[in-house]
C-alpha cells in the first residue's frame, strides 16, 4: 500500500437532529460539536427549531402547545419554512437543525414532525437522534431549578421510567418514519459519545458507520483495555456507535422498572444501534474464558438478518458457526493488528484526519 486514503469534506450537509428536549445534555454537545466545527477551520451553522417556534421565550412553549391543531400546525410549517430560506440566503453549507420530532405535553405527544414542509425547505441529508440513559433524563428531570412554565408544569408530571423510554422511543420512531419518507439515513447516538461522532456525520457525505458489540458482564480490566484500544482505533475509519456511553442503571425503584429497562436496553441496541450502522465489530479478546456473551452473539445474529458486513475479533475463535454463520468469510482475526492490516490492505478503508481532541474521555 503506497498511500492513506482519507474521507474528504467538502460537500455540503445539512443534519436534522432530533431527540427529548428535556433532561439531555443535547445543547452542550451539540455546542462540542461546533467547537470541532471551528478547531477545524468550518463553521457550523446550528439552528434551535423550537427557539425559533417561541421566538426564543416571547412566546411561551406551554400556549403553542395547548392551541389549535390548525394554529400549532400553521405555526410550525412557517417556521421550518423560515429556517430553509435561512440556509438557502447564507449558502451555509454545514448546518444542523434541533428539533424534536415529539413533545409530551399533558400526557399528549404532540408531534414537531413536518414531512413535507421539511423535505422541500430545509432538505436535510440525513436524521440523527439524540438519547440518554432514561435514569440519567428521570434525574435531570427531577433536579430543574427554572422559572420557565413549560419545564416546571413538565417537572410537576414526575415521568415514571416507563413514561421517559415511551417519550424517547416516539423521538425515533417518529424520525425513523421522517427519514424513511425522505430517503435518507437515520442514526441514534447517545450525548455520552463523544462529539466526533455527530461533527463526522455532520461534515462527511456517506460515512462507514460501525457498532461496537462486546461482552460487558465478563470483562476484565485488562481486557477492557483491549477493547478500549481496538474502539480508539476504529475511530480513525468510522463512526463508532458505542453502548457503553448509554449506561444502564443499577438501582431500580421496583421490578416494573427492572423489567422497562432491560426490555429497552435491548431494543435499542439491536434496532436503533444494529439495525441501522453500516457494519457491526465483536471483540472478543479472550482466547480463553469466558464464552462468548449471549448479547453479542444476539447481536451479531440481527447484524446477519439485517444484511450488515459482520467482522470479528477472537483469539482461537475459528468454528463452524463462527465462520459459517454469524461471521461473513474472511472476516473472522486472531487480533487487533489483522484486523486493521485488512481494513487498510484489502478493504482501502478511507481514514478521518481531523483534530478531535475535544473528544470525551471513555467512561469505564
Known amino acids: 500500500m503506497t498511500g492513506i486514503t482519507v474521507y474528504r469534506h467538502n460537500s455540503k450537509m445539512r443534519v436534522l437532529v432530533t431527540g427529548m428536549i428535556a433532561g439531555m445534555s443535547d445543547a452542550a454537545y451539540i455546542d462540542r460539536v461546533a467547537r470541532l466545527g471551528l478547531q477545524n477551520g468550518r463553521e457550523i451553522k446550528v ?3 423550537l427557539s425559533e417556534f417561541t421566538k426564543s421565550g416571547r412566546k411561551p412553549l406551554e400556549r403553542l402547545l395547548g392551541t389549535t391543531d390548525y394554529v400549532f400546525e400553521l405555526t410550525r410549517e412557517r417556521e421550518y419554512e423560515k429556517i430553509g430560506f435561512e440556509i438557502q440566503k447564507h449558502g451555509w453549507t454545514d448546518v444542523i437543525i434541533r428539533a424534536p420530532a415529539t413533545i409530551e405535553w399533558n400526557r399528549i405527544n404532540r408531534k414537531f414532525k413536518d414531512h413535507r414542509i421539511i423535505k422541500e425547505f430545509i432538505k436535510p441529508d440525513l436524521i440523527v437522534t439524540l438519547i440518554e440513559a432514561e435514569w440519567v433524563i428521570k434525574k435531570e428531570l427531577e433536579a430543574m431549578d427554572t422559572q420557565d412554565p413549560f419545564l416546571r408544569a413538565l417537572k410537576a408530571r414526575n415521568h415514571n421510567m416507563y413514561e421517559i423510554l415511551s417519550w424517547m422511543n416516539e423521538e425515533v420512531s417518529l424520525s425513523e418514519d421522517w427519514a424513511r419518507y425522505m430517503g435518507i439515513p437515520h442514526y441514534v447516538i447517545a450525548v455520552g459519545e463523544p462529539p466526533e461522532c455527530l461533527y463526522k456525520l455532520v461534515t462527511t457525505p456517506n460515512p462507514w458507520v460501525v457498532y461496537a458489540s462486546y461482552s460487558m458482564t465478563y470483562a476484565t480490566p485488562d ?14 475509519y468510522a463512526v463508532i456507535i458505542d453502548p457503553q456511553t448509554v449506561e444502564i442503571g443499577s438501582v431500580f425503584d421496583s421490578p416494573i422498572d427492572k423489567e422497562v429497562i432491560y426490555a429497552y436496553t435491548v431494543h435499542r441496541d439491536l434496532h436503533w444501534y ?3 450502522v453500516h457494519a457491526v465489530l465483536a471483540i472478543h479478546p479472550y482466547p480463553e474464558r469466558p464464552p462468548l456473551s449471549p448479547g453479542m452473539m444476539d447481536e451479531l ?18 468454528s463452524p458457526f463462527t465462520t459459517d454463520s454469524y461471521i461473513e468469510k474472511g472476516h473472522l482475526f486472531e487480533n487487533a493488528e489483522d484486523f486493521f492490516r485488512y481494513l487498510d490492505q484489502v478493504e482501502k478503508r478511507p481514514k478521518f484526519t481531523g ?3 475535544l473528544q470525551s474521555e471513555m467512561k469505564w
Open 47 to 49: 439552528f434551535n427549531a
Open 223 to 236: 481486557k477492557r483495555l483491549v477493547v478500549n484500544d481496538v474502539i480508539r482505533q476504529m475511530r480513525q
Open 274 to 276: 444494529v439495525g441501522k
Open 301 to 318: 445474529g440481527h447484524a446477519r438478518d439485517y444484511m450488515k458486513t459482520r467482522y470479528m475479533i477472537f483469539p482461537k475463535g475459528f
Open 355 to 357: 483534530n478531535y481532541d
